[in-house]
């Protein structure tokens, strides 16, 4: 695969209007946490709190008191609203794809599913991975015209970098640096706005991009949960035919319990991915957040759990094989020392 192209770094974000975003949220961050200076909240005792699109200024008892979890999948979310680079909708079908092609040569080895099946499916899983690589360029292409756009116009690279410097001045407690920075991007926000409308076709190419990435991730997922499945039942089927009678009732017991668990969720999994199956591409794009809502929740409470599920009951049958061989080779060693003792005997009896 072209995992290369699929990991390119990523410096914008064309995909969404995040530049105001992030200058509204300095704005909003610094007048708040004004506010606490002036109700006599010691700094040291204050921390941003974003949730839902709202910030807040809270003690630092109440951040800790936040759900890790909860933090953890937020961080997830922000980084996944990019295409390109490092934990990106494109590094995601990356790893998803790389997961499929593993399962894959598994079948390939184990299994009886004929080799003209092995190449459809093997098509299938490059045909995804070429569309992936495609999009990606389509998006880097967005983002030089945008970048170069915003060169042509001073104005709107001054407010975003000064906004980015507001957060840091917040970070680091620069009060008198807020407060001057705060003005700035007060003062030339409408400047800002007006020129940013200039933009609005790309950011609508892009956000067009994102909607069939997104199309391409929900087929992704139910490819990885269609091969994942093809991987359980072959060893369940290796597990009724006897195939692993040898291993201890411990092992047995979990595999069996694994494959029950596996053949559970997918029954009850049916409604979500047959929904990944659904067409997006007549969806307004209006309804994007939606839509990564709601693989999120798929990829949470399916994709995920039935994912490590088949990794674990792959990694216990293949420990329990290794032991068995291992037992075996021990044994053979064992009987081969034996008879070079006994043939040593008998030479030595005869002279």
């Not at 991975?129 to 990606?136: C, D, E, M, P, W």
């Amino acid at each position: 695969m072209a995992d290369d192209e699929l990991n390119q770094g990523f410096e914008l974000n064309p995909d969404s209007e995040g530049s105001l975003s992030q200058i509204s949220t300095a704005l909003r961050a610094a007048k708040i946490l004004e506010r606490s200076r002036a109700d006599g909240i010691p700094l040291k005792d204050l921390a941003l709190d974003v949730q839902g699109g709202k910030v807040r200024a809270v003690t630092q008892r109440e951040k800790k008191a936040s759900d890790d979890i909860r933090r953890k999948e937020l961080i997830q979310r922000l980084r996944q609203r990019s295409i390109r680079g490092e934990n990106s909708l494109a590094d995601d079908v990356g790893k998803r794809l790389r997961q499929c092609q593993e399962w894959i040569e598994y079948i390939s080895r184990f299994s009886s599913v004929t080799e003209k099946d092995l190449i459809t499916i093997r098509r299938n899983l490059e045909s995804m991975n070429n569309r992936a690589t495609s999009l990606v360029k389509e998006v880097t292409l967005l983002e030089v015209a945008i970048q170069r756009k915003k060169e042509e116009d001073p104005i709107i690279m001054q407010v975003e970098r000064a906004s980015a410097e507001l957060m840091e001045a917040i970070r680091l407690g620069d009060f008198e640096r807020v407060a001057d920075l705060r003005q700035y991007c007060e003062q030339n926000m409408p400047i800002y706005n007006s020129r940013k409308k200039r933009l609005k076709p790309y950011f609508a190419q892009a956000r067009q991009a994102r909607l069939k990435f997104i199309a391409e991730k929900r087929l992704v997922m139910k490819m990885q949960f269609d091969t994942g499945n093809q991987v359980a039942e072959l060893l369940a089927q290796d597990l009724n035919s006897g195939k692993f009678c040898q291993f201890d009732s411990d092992i047995m017991n979990h595999v069996t319990s694994l494959v029950q668990e596996l053949r559970g969720l997918r029954s009850s999994s049916k409604t979500y991915i047959e929904k990944l199956a659904q067409p997006v591409t007549n969806v307004a794009l209006s309804f994007i957040g939606d839509l990564e809502k709601e693989i999120e929740v798929i990829d949470l409470s399916v994709i995920v759990p039935f994912e490590e599920k088949v990794n674990d009951l792959m990694l216990s049958i293949g420990n329990a094989l290794k032991n068995l061989r291992e037992k075996v080779s021990k044994v053979e060693t064992v009987e081969k020392e034996k008879t070079k003792r006994m043939a040593f005997q008998v030479k030595k009896e005869k002279n």
